[in-house]
Structures are given as C-alpha cells and as structure tokens.
C-alpha cells in the first residue's frame, strides 16, 4: 500500500469521533462532488424505475413483502 495513505488513515483513526465523522463526511462531499450526473436525467431514471416496479406490483409478477416482515428479517441477519 501506499504509505501516505496508510499514515493518513492512522492519523484519521486517532482522531476524536466528531472530528472522525467530519473527515468522513467532508470525504463522501467530496466523492459526491466529481458525479456530473445531470440532476433531470437521475429524476427521469427514477420515474421510470418506479413506474416498472408500480407495473410489476400490479400485475402480481413479483412478491409482495411486507416493511414489518423484511425489518424482522433485516433485524435476525443483524444478531
């Protein structure tokens, strides 16, 4: 590994939480930043994403799963 990288992560690592979590945050902004994903395409996937998934619940092609079921189920794989 690259030992820049491995003595950054060790100085991140000794850091208070709060200041951890500020790191980490101000990482992920920065990730998020080089996305050039023009905002009215996302949306127009999305739209298009829910209406199949609408059309699939509809016509019974795929289970119907209750939230409190998958959360009970979410909740044993997390013991």
Known sequence: MNPTFDRVIAEALNLPAAER????????????????????EVRAAWEEEIGRRIEEYRSGSVDNISAEDVFAEARALLR
């Open 21 to 40: 979590a500020r790191l980490a945050r101000d990482l992920i902004a920065s990730l998020d930043a080089e996305v050039d994903d023009d905002p009215a």
